[in-house]
T-cell receptor, first 117, second 117 residues
Framework: AQKITQTQPGMFVQEKEAVTLDCTYDTSDPSYGLFWYKQPSSGEMIFLIYQGSYDQQNATEGRYSLNFQKARKSANLVISASQLGDSAMYFCAMREYLDTGRRALTFGSGTRLQVQP | GAGVSQSPSNKVTEKGKDVELRCDPISGHTALYWYRQRLGQGLEFLIYFQGNSAPDKSGLPSDRFSAERTGESVSTLTIQRTQQEDSAVYLC???????????????FGDGTRLSIL
């Protein structure tokens, strides 16, 4: 079974509008963390935002917020007031802490976001 | 610079040759990760180093792949007898010590684009 599922291979959004990128995850580990990364066409991976499984509030970082619905196992990224520079691939990733002991991230297949002027 | 440094940025080699990829993590980061990203796909975990602990090699796809790290410094990923399916971008990341909390983000280098002819 896929650990991280991103069902939107591509998304379009108009500049200045908000957009939601979907991410669902699968784990039996009670303690885990969820990360979103941005990968522009230049290839570097840029950390955007983190949500811990025990965090009571949704994480926010500037224009980025994470809509965390634990019971549904979803961790959608919301980008407000989209900018042309937001055009990139976006990856959702998970780190499970207790079950596997692994500290590496498991990544989804990504969503390509294109912001239109 | 202050970021993760990888070399070479590009490597083209013939099938059957050995290649060595280098990663210089952010100073003070005890955790180091190698990932592989095939064209148009997400990142696949390869190997993880944490301080002087035994590395987590569970992601290495075959015994042709190996990696070393001396202490908390440079790491090298070696691929022996390269095959065409090894063509990918190899990304290195580092993070601060991953304790029970594990919320430290991984900071990525720009990757090495490996092409096997």
């Amino acid at each position: 079974a896929q650990k991280i599922t991103q069902t939107q291979p591509g998304m379009f959004v108009q500049e200045k509008e908000a957009v939601t990128l979907d991410c669902t995850y699968d784990t039996s580990d009670p303690s885990y963390g969820l990360f979103w990364y941005k990968q522009p066409s230049s290839g570097e991976m840029i950390f955007l935002i983190y949500q811990g499984s025990y965090d009571q509030q949704n994480a926010t970082e500037g224009r980025y917020s994470l809509n965390f619905q634990k019971a549904r196992k979803s961790a959608n990224l919301v980008i407000s007031a989209s900018q042309l520079g937001d055009s990139a691939m976006y990856f959702c990733a998970m780190r499970e802490y207790l079950d596997t002991g692994r500290r590496a991230l498991t990544f989804g297949s990504g969503t390509r976001l294109q912001v239109q002027p | 610079g202050a970021g993760v440094s990888q070399s070479p940025s590009n490597k083209v080699t013939e099938k059957g040759k050995d290649v060595e990829l280098r990663c210089d993590p952010i100073s003070g980061h005890t955790a180091l990760y190698w990932y592989r990203q095939r064209l148009g796909q997400g990142l696949e975990f390869l190997i993880y180093f944490q301080g002087n602990s035994a590395p987590d090699k569970s992601g290495l796809p075959s015994d042709r792949f190996s990696a070393e790290r001396t202490g908390e410094s440079v790491s090298t990923l070696t691929i022996q007898r390269t095959q065409q399916e090894d063509s990918a971008v190899y990304l290195c990341a580092s993070s601060e010590s991953t304790g029970a909390d594990g919320n430290q983000p991984q900071h990525f280098g720009d990757g090495t684009r490996l092409s096997i002819l």
